[in-house]
């Protein structure tokens, strides 16, 4: 597509449920990124795929945070059994170099 | 570890002011990134700067990498009301080629 796709952009859920956050990343983009940002911050690294082989999840919070790219595009990032502290913007960004682009986000509620 | 520290946090300015803003770190970096956030929006790279002393221009945006590469600065010129948002600064994060540190940001206001 023409940009990073996000969906949904608004997920609001109780705590202890799983979400599911997808993106859809520019077309031809081998590397994809997510990133988590907290208002007031910059974009804080979460992991990293390179076509579907995640490079580095060093990110991840803990291992409640899942995410995977099977066929080397569209990637989804799973958080099980969600708390309040995992309520944040979560981005994703695509790459074919150290020029990320970034996708609008999805604002996630935790209650 | 790496951090990256931008001055200021925030900024008030009257439209047709220039801006100045920077970028610090105790470490040496080999690319400082410039992005623009808007409201709602993910981060949009707006300079990438890749060797000491350079100094390249984007429209009214004007960013240098320090020679000491350890700072970065980022100036806009004769500022309008589109300029208003949050500037990052970022850069690759040391033995990576992939993974960046990201500054606060300087968050721009443009007074009526």
């Known amino acids: 597509g023409a940009g990073v796709s996000q969906s949904p952009r608004y997920k609001v859920t109780k705590r202890g449920q799983d979400v599911a956050l997808r993106c859809d990343p520019i077309s031809g983009h081998v590397s994809l990124y997510w990133y988590r940002q907290a208002l007031g911050q910059g974009p804080e690294f979460l992991t990293y795929f390179n076509y579907e082989a995640q490079q580095d999840k060093s990110g991840l919070p803990n291992d409640r945070f899942s995410a995977e790219r099977p066929e080397g595009s569209i990637s989804t990032l799973t958080i099980q059994r969600t708390e309040q502290r995992d309520s944040a913007m979560y981005r994703c960004a695509s790459s074919l170099s150290e020029k990320l682009f970034f996708g609008s986000g999805t604002q996630l509620s935790v209650l | 570890g790496q951090q990256l520290n931008q001055s200021p946090q925030s900024m008030f300015i009257q439209e047709g002011e220039d801006v100045s803003m920077n970028c610090t770190s105790s470490s040496i970096f080999n690319t400082w990134l410039w992005y623009k956030q808007d409201p709602g929006e993910g981060p949009v790279l707006l300079i990438a700067?890749?060797?000491a002393g350079e100094l390249t221009s984007n429209g009214r945006l004007t960013a240098q990498f320090g020679i000491t590469r350890k700072d970065s600065f980022l100036n806009i010129s004769a500022s309008i009301p589109s300029d208003v948002g949050i500037y990052f600064c970022a850069g690759p994060l040391k033995d990576s080629n992939y993974q960046l540190i990201w500054g606060a940001g300087t968050k721009l206001i443009i007074k009526p």
């Open positions: 700067l890749y060797k």
